[in-house]
């Protein structure tokens, strides 16, 4: 049952409650079996969600962020948060810290403050399950797949965010990246819950 140290919607982020449960249901299982890693931060919404499930597991969960925000974060874009300005850019590192602080989780979570593929240098073993929430080019959506879902054990959870079957709700990297781990015959699709997918390594 989902059971979270803070109140949810006090902290900034584009992560339905739905989709946060279910986030919540797949890493209570799969703490238990090994390494959970989350791919984009930002202000930890998802990262809540994600490391109480690994909390309860006595599990951690791998939080990648450079806290530099994606395209759409920054000052003149979609989604730039003037709280968040930082010098030109723009910086969700305080607010992370301050969530993680707040939710109890400095136990649980061990940030990286580094891009996704400068993690992949350090982090080389096996994984349990992999949030993919980063950057929607089709560049960074793409990288990421390719370098994380591969890391996965078999039975092991690849859940991909922002999925958008209809062009005019949102960016196509993540639906392009979601068909391709369909079609690689490495994944099947176990549950759709708004726009995350939650897929299963064969
Ligand atoms: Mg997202």
Redesign the pocket.
């Known amino acids: 049952m989902l059971d979270l140290p803070i109140n949810i919607d006090d902290v900034k982020g584009?992560?339905d409650p739905e989709e946060g449960a279910t986030l919540y249901a797949y890493a209570t299982t799969r703490a238990k079996v090994g390494l959970v890693v989350e791919i984009?931060s930002y202000c930890g919404k998802s990262t809540v969600y994600l490391g109480a499930a690994c909390k309860m597991s006595g599990g951690f969960l791998v939080a990648i962020d450079h806290h530099e925000g994606s395209e759409e974060n920054q000052p003149g874009q979609e989604y730039f948060d003037p709280d968040l300005a930082d010098g030109d850019g723009m910086s969700s590192l305080a607010h992370f810290r301050q969530t993680i602080k707040m939710a109890d989780l400095r136990d649980t979570v061990i940030p990286i403050l580094a891009s996704s593929a400068m993690a992949t240098k350090i982090l080389t073993q096996t994984l349990s399950m992999v949030f993919i929430?980063g950057g929607h080019s089709a560049a960074a959506a793409f990288s990421d797949y390719r370098r994380w879902a591969g890391l996965l054990v078999e039975g092991g959870i690849l859940a991909i965010?922002?999925v958008f079957p209809n062009n005019a709700d949102g960016g196509r990297p993540p639906h392009d990246v979601y068909m391709k781990a369909l079609h690689s015959g490495l994944f099947e699709e176990i549950e759709g819950v708004k726009s995350l997918r939650i897929l299963k390594r064969l």
């Open positions: 584009f992560l984009g929430d965010h922002d």
